[in-house]
């Protein structure tokens, strides 16, 4: 598909792994009842974030609920076992996103005075 | 149009658009039943062929790779495109925010600020570097590394320390180094096509220990690079942001 030449086509791991990694996928288990109510508590949080972003009617204020909607949509990612996902969300919604919402704010508000 | 008549094309379209939302729901598989294919399929393939134990960092630069170089460049245009809308006109010039807001006395950096920022900026760099080079191994990647390598740099600037922030991320250097990321991504692919095989395919040797820091062959090496641009095309577009609050367009009189 994608041009490999090595390594067998199909099947799982077998063989030696790295020591971290063998640590990381020891068998482990989370009680499904425990694992859904998480998801159900960070899903409500994440649909209190979003109100609380658009209830904000202050744009300044704004960008710090917002700031804090997006660690709670990175939590979510995480309960959701996505954690690329997590890493990316934390560092664009969390900090990228809200940096350059404050700067554009600081901009627009110089020009009005 | 009257308010009445507009509220009643609302409604009928808002109804419609309700019923047609919940007639689509009904049809989607349930909660966490995941029903394709590729999804098995990758999972049970992907660490035996590429010996990368960071499966989502093999689909995005191997199985999918040429659909991640175009990822790729829409950040790296976006970063020309914000350097080339806010860059120096003529008529304008460089005037300290203090100038600007006379009445509004902007408090200088308090020294917690300054203490914790400086505080975090080698770690974030550390974070960040450790994120971009093992893609390969565990749930990182070099787009989630690039954005924290370019918070250190902002960490600076919160610092108060814009001059620094200047001297450290030349806009020069800044593109030159975005350029660099973008064009090693496309030419590690190139490189596969003077090799004779497919725009992208993994020529470089893969390693035995899946998970191993030296596996994967070219997708550590693409995530790398892909680090580099993040890093640097996000340094670019909050460094041209933070000159245009410095900057003022001048009066013409």
Redesign the interface.
């Known amino acids: 598909?994608?041009?490999?030449t090595?390594?067998?086509?199909?099947?799982?791991?077998?063989g030696?792994?790295?020591p971290?990694?063998a640590a990381?996928t020891t068998p482990y288990s989370v009680s499904p009842a425990l694992m859904d109510t998480l998801q159900v508590v960070v899903l409500v949080l994440v649909a209190a974030g979003a109100t609380a972003v658009v209830l904000t009617r202050q744009p300044v204020r704004q960008v710090i609920v917002l700031s804090g909607y997006g660690l709670l949509l990175a939590l979510l990612f995480m309960v959701f076992q996505a954690?690329?996902v997590?890493?990316?969300e934390l560092?664009?919604g969390a900090?990228?996103l809200p940096?350059?919402l404050l700067?554009?704010l600081?901009?627009v508000r110089?020009k009005e005075? | 149009m009257r308010p009445a008549v507009r509220r009643w094309v609302f409604l009928i379209a808002g109804a419609g658009f309700v019923a047609f939302y919940l007639w689509g729901l009904t049809g989607l598989p349930g909660f966490g039943n995941y029903p394709g294919p590729y999804g098995d399929i990758i999972n049970s393939v992907a660490v035996a062929q590429t010996k990368a134990t960071g499966v989502v960092s093999a689909i995005n630069f191997e199985y999918r790779g040429f659909d991640t170089v175009g990822e790729e460049f829409i950040l790296f245009v976006a970063a020309t495109g914000v350097s080339t809308v806010l860059r120096h006109l003529r008529g304008e010039r460089d005037r300290s925010a203090l100038d600007e807001a006379l009445d509004r006395n902007a408090p200088p950096t308090s020294d917690a600020i300054r203490m914790v920022t400086l505080l975090f900026t080698g770690p974030t760099v550390v974070i960040g570097w450790y994120l971009a080079s093992h893609a390969q191994t565990s749930p990182s990647g070099g787009f989630q590394g690039g954005v924290v390598l370019a918070t250190a740099f902002i960490l600076i600037y919160l610092a108060g320390q814009f001059l620094v922030f200047e001297r450290v991320s030349p806009v020069d250097v800044t593109d030159a180094v975005e350029a660099v990321g973008a064009a090693g991504f496309a030419c590690i692919g190139l490189a596969a096509v003077g090799l004779g095989l497919a725009y992208l395919s993994n020529y470089l040797p893969l390693g035995q220990t899946p998970g191993a820091v030296d596996s994967s062959g070219t997708i550590a090496l693409i995530s790398f690079f892909v680090g580099v641009e993040v890093a640097a095309s996000f340094v670019l577009i909050v460094g041209e942001l933070l000159e245009q609050t410095l900057l003022v367009r001048q009066e013409s009189r």
């Open positions: 598909m994608t041009g490999l090595t390594g067998p086509a199909a099947g799982p791991v077998t030696p792994v790295a971290h990694i990381v954690p690329d997590t890493l990316s560092t664009v900090v990228a940096i350059l700067l554009a600081a901009k110089k005075e």
